[in-house]
Every structure is written in C-alpha cells, then in structure tokens.
C-alpha cells in the first residue's frame, strides 16, 4: 500500500517529470530492508543514495545534514517505531524534502500517524519497482516546489568565555543588540548558559518561559512553538532567556540542535551565549558557527585556558574564530602584547576596554551599553559592522578605536 498525497493522481502523472538527479537516503538499522528499499528503485534511484545505518549517528544533526543534501527520505519504521516518527515529525517541519515511511505492516492507526507526522508515502514491505517508481515521480513533481521555497539557514554567531567570569555575556548580549538594531535583520538571542545564564539580566527582561522550556520540549519544537517562548527587546532583538529560577536540567545535543535548527530556519541571526561551557562544543552552536567568538582576558588563568581551547578545537579553518579580549587596559597592562599572542597562538582581533563604570550602569539600569555611548559600546558597535558590512553606527561623543589588528 502507498498514499497518494500527491497533487497528481497514480495514473496520471506527468511523462515530462522524471527522477534523474534525485538525492535520496534510506534510514534504517536492518541492513537487509535498505537494500530492498534500494534494490526496489532499480533505474529510478537517480544519481545520489545515500545509507544511514542508525537513527542516532554519532556526528552532527541529522534532520539538518537531510534536509541540506536529499530530496527524498526514506525511513524504516519497524526497527524502532517510535524514535521513526520523531525523525519523520523532526524532517517534516519545515516540508523541504519529501519523507516516506516503510514497514511490514499496513496498520491502519500506523498509517494515520505517519501522515500527521509528515510523511508524504506509507510503503508496505515487500517492495515493487512499480510501487516504488511511481512514488519517486511524486516526489520528484514537488520538488521544483520544494526547492525553490527552501529557506536558507540564518546565520550563527556563537560566543564562549575562556574562563566563568570572563564576560562572554556581557559582551554576546550587546553584540545581539546592536547586531539587530544595525542590521534590521530579525536577530535571535539564545542563552544556553544553563541553568545559571543571565543575559535576561543584562538586558532587564524578565521571560515567562526559558530555553529549558523548548529543550524539555524538543519532539514538538518548531517556529510556531519557538515564538510563543521568546521576549521581544525593545531594540527590536528576540530572546530565548536561561531560566529566571534555578532548574537542574542536562541538555542534550539532539535537542540543542534541533533548537538550534529551527532558530536559524526562522531568524536572520541567531546568537549563542554558550558561557564556558565545553559541553556545546559537540553542537552545532560550535560546529555549523559562522563565527565563534571566545571571550579572555589578559591574565594568565584566562590566557592559558584560551591557549588550551584554541589548541583542541581550532586548528583548522572551521569554525572561524576570533579572540576578544575583555577589560583590556590601555596602559599598565602586567603581561606585554607579545606574550598575550604567543599565549594565544595567534593575534586577538577585538580589545574590549576596561570600564567599570560603564559595566555598572548596564547593570543596575539594565540597559544595554549599545543603546548609549560609551568606549565599550563603540568597540562592540565596530565587531558588529565588520559581519553587517555595514558602518558602525557613529558615536555621539569623540572616542578612540581600540580595535587591535594582528
């Protein structure tokens, strides 16, 4: 059996549409039922099969990784029901790539909860070639329409202090802001310091829900969802807060990444306050960055963990990483600049200056340090432009740049 949600009925497809070119993977741990599946395609399978042997691959999120390379999804539903139609619902958010479903049986009630889950094709093992080539030509009918609605994924800035303390979400709070007032690009704050993060704080906020809140809730997290938990600043910046009470809660990286998915899908920029927590670095919130931002300071505690991190996961090319160095002073520093590069590895491209007094202000009024003048704000301001393209909005008072260019 096979539905036949297609806008064309089985009989009446038409000849022009074909499936060459198709891009397809088939999921599924029974490695004898993919090769059906596969086999069952014969001259349809087009020129891209791709196999995945486990639900839960080690690396990565796999509702993205699918929906960025395949038109077409193919699922096992036997070897693992219920985590089947999670991986279905996941994939069918965002209606890109066309899912089907394969099983022994033809439950009726099974059927039902494919369809509502998102799947387009219900297949009853054993497999025909018939069956199997006229529901690859459906889905090759919807794919012009698929792909030319496709949303491409917003960007993600992600930022990660070296050390508790550091600044990272003083720092990542103003960035967002200033990165939605200059841009005028729908811009999302996720905090993910959890449980303790406190950009809510910073940005004098106080959110009914939390990003545990989308976490705990993740088999049911899409834009609809995600917008019914988010604050809106009155800058114009969104916000997913850290929980305003003390929760215990462990997130994994399958919902981290889903969270995350569905936040880039919806928003022009997303930005993560990942606080010093080593745990994101297996996320995507570190892996798919368009750019990471570790906060440090120029003290020897905080340069030797930046030394370290730098180390273990930025020794390639990706993700891009640049180096803030956070309560810089402009003079009487205790270490010189060429021992902060060579604790470093590699030249800081930003220096924050030391301003308690501004800092304070921010704090006790709640006001972010971008919405008004100040050396900091004009430092923040200028690391917002250079990924904007835009120039940095000018400051009402005179200033001096402290961008260091290594």
Not at 97 to 114: G, H, I, N
Not at 239 to 261: C, D, H, K, S, T
Request: with cysteine; charged share 20%.
């Amino acid at each position: 059996m096979a539905t036949n949600p297609s806008p064309y009925p089985a009989n009446q497809i038409p000849e022009s549409i074909g499936t060459d070119g198709l891009s397809i993977a088939v999921i599924g741990p029974n490695g004898d039922r993919r090769s059906e599946a596969i086999l069952a395609m014969g001259g349809n399978a087009g020129s891209d099969v791709s196999e995945f042997s486990s639900y839960r691959p080690g690396e990565g999120d796999l509702t993205v990784t699918l929906e960025d390379r395949y038109d077409v999804i193919i699922i096992d539903l036997d070897s693992d029901p219920e985590y089947a139609l999670e991986l279905v619902e996941n994939i069918g958010a965002n209606g890109v790539a066309t899912v089907m479903v394969y099983s022994e049986s033809s439950d009726p009630e099974l059927l039902v909860r494919c369809m509502r889950a998102g799947a387009r094709e219900f297949l009853t093992l054993p497999f025909t070639p018939e069956v199997m080539a006229e529901a690859l030509v459906r889905s090759a009918a919807r794919r012009p329409l698929t792909r030319s609605v496709k949303k491409a994924a917003g960007k993600l800035y992600a930022f990660m202090g070296a050390k508790g303390g550091a600044g990272a979400t003083m720092v990542a709070c103003n960035f967002a802001v200033a990165l939605a007032m200059e841009s005028g690009e729908k811009t999302l704050l996720i905090d993910l310091d959890l449980p303790l993060g406190d950009a809510a704080l910073n940005l004098g906020i106080a959110p009914e829900f939390s990003a545990v809140d989308a976490l705990e809730a993740v088999e049911r997290l899409d834009a609809g969802f995600l917008s019914k938990l988010l604050v809106k600043h009155s800058s114009g910046l969104w916000v997913l807060a850290a929980p305003g009470r003390f929760m215990q809660y462990e997130a994994n990286n399958e919902a981290i990444n889903r969270l995350l998915q569905v936040a880039r899908y919806e928003f022009d920029n997303t930005v993560v306050d990942m606080g010093s927590k080593l745990e994101l670095m297996g996320t995507t919130a570190y892996k798919q960055a368009t750019m990471v931002y570790l906060i440090t300071q120029a003290s020897i505690p905080e340069l030797r963990n930046s030394n370290r991190l730098i180390k273990q996961f930025f020794g390639g090319t990706v993700p891009k990483l640049e180096i803030v160095i956070n309560r810089s002073e402009s003079r009487g520093q205790s270490l010189s600049e060429e021992h902060i590069t060579k604790a470093l590895t590699r030249p800081a491209q930003w220096k924050i200056p030391n301003d308690y007094a501004s800092v304070r202000d921010m704090q006790v009024n709640a006001t972010p340090l971008v919405m008004s003048d100040s050396a900091i704000a004009r430092q923040i301001r200028e690391m917002v432009s250079t990924v904007t393209g835009k120039s940095a909005t000018p400051a009402k008072k005179k200033g001096f740049s402290l961008k260091f260019f290594g």
